[in-house]
């Protein structure tokens, strides 16, 4: 009996041993696994790239047109007259940037902008005593844009009139991985007219340098520039191109 509790006795304490050891085993596991506050992860990823993965997107085809818009060839203008006169056009402005209106007159407006195509139609045709005239825009023509330089799939682009450059990017498939989210160039008659940073509208909501396109505009992305990987603990840790500023100054965005 006395031999029998012994042996009952060794097997427990084995036992607890083995539980013991498992647990610590099992404690330092999850140490191992666990982030250590002292463990900065290097695991990062470019900044501002995901805006172009969600594919192309159809631009807005009813949004509002601008006083600036540009008429060009294809545009239709919807006329309104009511009085004297009582009738409803739908104009196209044919290849030599004019348009018709039956017992009134063939008026050129290619080149003008919308406000000053307006205003000059309602002028002429209030010339008539007792006409009212409501002038708008119906469909709008398409341009084309070279997007060019490190995006993913460059080339020719048809696109509304009313579109801006990211709007030209997004079709584009955006940058590739080396490519610029800064310096984008904007290209009109062999001059930049804009450089795009999209840091901009990524950190602070701001398309100032998101400009309309015109017909045969170039759209240019170069290399990225400088590098420089954020880690630790900032709001935002990515890899950022930098600019012109200074790191310390960059690091209070991130």
Known sequence: TTQAEAVKKEIEVSKEQKESKGISSLFEEYFKQAPSPLRVSTKLSPFGYSLFKRGVSKPLLAQPVAPDYIIGPGDEIQI?????????????????????IPHIGAFTVAGMRYGEMKAFLTKKIKQIPGTEVIVSLGKLHQIQVFVLGEVKNPGLYNLPAMCTMVDALIAAGGPTGRGSLRRILLKRNNKIISKLDLYNLLLKGDKRGDKRLRHGDIIFVPLAGPLVGVAGNVRRPAIYELKKEKIYLFLQKS
């Open 80 to 100: 309104l007259l009511w009085g004297r006169l009582n009738a409803q056009y739908n104009l196209t402005v044919g290849r030599d940037g004019r348009i018709l």
